[in-house]
Nanobody, 127 residues
Framework: VQLVESGGGLAQAGGSLKLSCVASGFTFSDDYAMGWFRQAPEKEREGVSCMYNGEGNTDYADSVRGRFTISRDNAKNTVHLQMNSLKPEDTAVYFC????????????????????WGKGTLVTVSS
């Protein structure tokens, strides 16, 4: 099983980035919850956005709600995170995760429902 993130980089405050996560080694379907987490320097990892039980069920951290959008393409084994109106405090390493997380636990960290994790992609937002 492998999750590989891409799309990170440097952006200015107010700008946008789109992260992608390509999954392999397991059946990528709506049965799996897919989530994005992030870890800023010297901070705990936190849940950012999660999709469970299909594309219609999503959850977002309060800090990104209205700015970030999660989506998935099962045909391409890919989940995306569109990040708009970026802020310097969004600077972090962003991780993709997959598993049978429930709606309740989807954004939790540590997350008992997320079985697979990517290695992360760095997002840096300058002021």
């Amino acid at each position: 099983v492998q999750l590989v993130e891409s799309g990170g980089g440097l952006a200015q405050a107010g700008g946008s980035l789109k992260l992608s996560c390509v999954a392999s080694g397991f059946t990528f379907s709506d049965d799996y919850a897919m989530g994005w987490f992030r870890q800023a320097p010297e901070k705990e990892r936190e849940g950012v956005s999660c999709m469970y039980n299909g594309e219609g069920n999503t959850d977002y951290a309060d800090s990104v709600r209205g700015r970030f959008t999660i989506s998935r393409d099962n045909a391409k084994n890919t989940v995306h995170l569109q990040m708009n109106s970026l802020k310097p405090e969004d600077t972090a390493v962003y991780f993709c995760a997959a598993g049978y997380a429930s709606a309740y636990e989807c954004l939790l960290y540590p997350n008992p429902g997320m079985d697979f994790w990517g290695k992360g992609t760095l997002v840096t937002v300058s002021s």
